[in-house]
């Protein structure tokens, strides 16, 4: 296959069995298509025994009190796990939640957690603001960083290793499964943020112990609901975040679970869409005199992508692009401001296409694919994708004239 029907097949996938999850049972009586909104706090019971019973179940999906969870929320929570692949999964209140929900509950006073040096801004922020106020070590490891050099950073207290793939500013893709060896060998677990491949990487046949997403972007993917997930595979670990869930008050709303299971319906025809006119327009972008080079993993010029061509059956509709060392940043502002298809913001994995510069706003300990020139990333939305080159065309004209 090549990659260019790659990076679509794994999303049209997905598309039945996203039809199909979590729906209610047709009954005799007739059943609507979707599952009702269901919002409460309080959960009543016909006897304190039932109560008591019931309240012993928070490991599992049922109604004990609003703050632990909704009936809309629990069957979100059986479609993410079905689809990740795993056994358990606990939805939060956002995407950064769901990465430090299991910071928090895994780790401890004198544990060391190594982290990617291309996670998500606000999980480094997290690590080296609260985590080392608590007492934990933080170290990171380059992301394209091989076999000896990951365990040479490895520690008699390492308990965690966090790693995101690709990374959403940088776009690395990592040996996942070299990495859960190295950490398993260690006695550590392997977080892995799989916002960017949820739906087309499988973590836990790739050694992942806790699968992160974040909701707000695909599985959402119209750009109005703030949601997370957590995922395991293992009982153990799952008593351990559920707890750890349960005593933050970390639950999600269920106006923004159902949205969100509204949302998964379409994601693999969205995204097959959306990841055919990403690559496209990468490709286009490829051929610019403008452009020293484009960070898309389904391209060969992309660091790792031997394994997004490995490990991944699809692509996603992100990617990044880094301009001539010629132009400067003021020079890049201008093109972006130019945009007319383009939306400026944060966040991504919706409807709609955005443009957000990365130059400035990445912290990096180690060498970065975007410090030698102007860099900005894109998220290709459903738009018409001629319509979208027509605009960055004249975008790069507007660039080139300053």
Known sequence: ?????????????????????????????????????????????????????????????????????????????????????????????????????????????????????????????????????????????????????????????????????????????????????IAHAHGALLFFDNTWGFGIFAPFKHGVDVSIQALTKYPAGHSDVIAGAVTVADTRLWHTLRDAAIQ?????????CWLT?????????????????????????????EVARVLHPALPECPGHTYWKRDFTGAGSLF???????????DMQRMIDALKMYGIGASWGGYESLILPTTGGITRSSESPVQNGPAFRLQIGLENPDDLIADLEQGLQVLKSA
């Not at 999303?11 to 609507?32: C, F, I, M, N």
């Not at 933050?248 to 923004?256: C, I, L, N």
Request: charge should be neutral; hydrophobic fraction near 40%; include cysteine.
């Open 248 to 256: 933050m008050g970390q639950v999600a709303g269920p106006d923004e």
């Open 320 to 330: 990044g692009v880094v301009l001539k060392a010629d132009y400067t940043v003021q």
């Open 1 to 181: 296959m090549t990659d260019e029907n790659k990076v679509s097949a794994g999303w049209l996938k997905l598309a039945s069995s996203l039809s199909h999850v979590a729906r209610p049972q047709a009954t005799e009586a007739g059943t609507y298509v979707n599952l009702p909104l269901e919002r409460g706090s309080t959960v009543v019971f016909p006897s304190l025994d039932a109560m008591q019973q019931t309240g012993r179940k928070r490991y599992e999906h049922v109604s004990i009190y609003g703050a632990m969870g909704s009936p809309t929320q629990h069957e979100l929570e059986k479609a993410i796990a079905t689809i990740e692949g795993g056994t358990d999964t606990q939805v939060v209140c956002s995407g950064l939640a769901a990465c430090t929900t299991p910071l928090l509950a895994f780790l401890k006073a004198g544990d060391h957690c190594l982290l990617a040096d291309n996670v998500y801004g606000p999980t480094r922020r997290f690590a080296e603001n609260m985590l080392k106020r608590f007492g934990v070590e933080i170290s990171y490891f380059p992301p394209c960083a091989d076999t000896a050099t990951i365990t040479a950073l490895m520690r008699p207290n390492t308990r965690v290793v966090f790693t995101e793939s690709p990374g959403s500013h940088t776009f690395e893709v990592q040996d996942v499964a070299m990495l859960a060896e």
């Open 261 to 289: 299971l509204r949302g998964l319906r379409t994601m693999g025809v969205r995204l097959a869409q959306q990841a055919k006119s990403a690559l496209h327009i990468a490709k286009w972008l490829q051929t610019r005199p």
